[in-house]
């Protein structure tokens, strides 16, 4: 599979790509054109943000969790619960999105934490976990076309990770499959099984996941 840096390589350039071309479109549409450069903006850092920081490899790869310093925490219970390498770490669409949603209420649950200890030693503080979710929810409503363009860069610089994931994985089944020996047919037909199963990406019942191979 591919390593760290490259993946963080094909996060940006992925970025450098989809940015203008986002922009292209927004600004080719009369009704979209002022505000195509934030657009794209957005798109680019929400990409790369959810590619290098948000990265699927949270589930298990310390040198990921390393890059939140302190914060690191946070991950522990998600890396206890997340199964490594599957659907809910490295699938398309729902654990990008996941794994912001995660995020956000850690936050609020650490705000909500040090309310309650500070309650304990009689320190009055404000709500922060209310005045944070009421400021998100807030921003979501009043900024719908940046709150959906920053959930697609979160998908896309998911995407990118876990989609080259299972071309590298199954790339080098298919050619072992290929060119093994043709005295070796069990072995053969026990490396097509999982030649080229893209199953792990899209469905969360699977058994399948990417492979070190």
């Given at each position: 599979m591919p390593n760290r840096s490259v993946h963080d390589f094909l996060t940006?350039?992925?970025?450098?790509?989809?940015?203008?071309?986002?922009?292209?479109?927004?600004?080719?549409?009369?009704e979209a054109r002022d505000w195509a450069p934030i657009v794209a903006a957005v798109l680019f850092v929400a990409h790369n943000l959810s590619g290098i920081l948000f990265s699927p490899d949270l589930d298990m790869d310390t040198h990921i969790h390393k890059r939140w310093g302190m914060l690191y925490v946070v991950w522990i219970p998600y890396q206890m619960v997340i199964p490594h390498r599957h659907f809910w770490s490295h699938g398309l669409v729902i654990p990008p999105l996941l794994r912001l949603a995660y995020f956000f209420w850690m936050v609020v649950l650490g705000m909500y934490v040090v309310e309650q200890i500070a309650g304990y030693f009689g320190i009055r503080m404000p709500p922060l976990q209310q005045s944070i979710t009421h400021v998100f929810l807030e921003l979501v409503s009043e900024n719908p076309v940046y709150a959906a363009t920053t959930a697609a860069g979160f998908v896309t610089g998911?995407?990118?990770?876990?989609?080259?994931?299972?071309?590298?994985?199954?790339?080098?089944?298919?050619?072992?499959?290929l060119f093994v020996p043709p005295g070796r047919g069990a072995q053969k037909k026990?490396?097509?099984?999982?030649?080229v199963?893209?199953?792990?990406?899209?469905?969360?019942?699977?058994?399948?996941?990417?492979?070190?191979v």
């Open positions: 940006v350039a992925s970025s450098v790509v989809l940015a203008p071309i986002t922009y292209s479109i927004c600004h080719s549409l009369p998911a995407a990118v990770h876990s989609i080259a994931d299972w071309l590298v994985s199954g790339g080098k089944q298919v050619v072992r499959m026990a490396m097509t099984q999982h030649a199963s893209s199953r792990w990406l899209f469905d969360p019942f699977s058994s399948d996941s990417p492979r070190h």
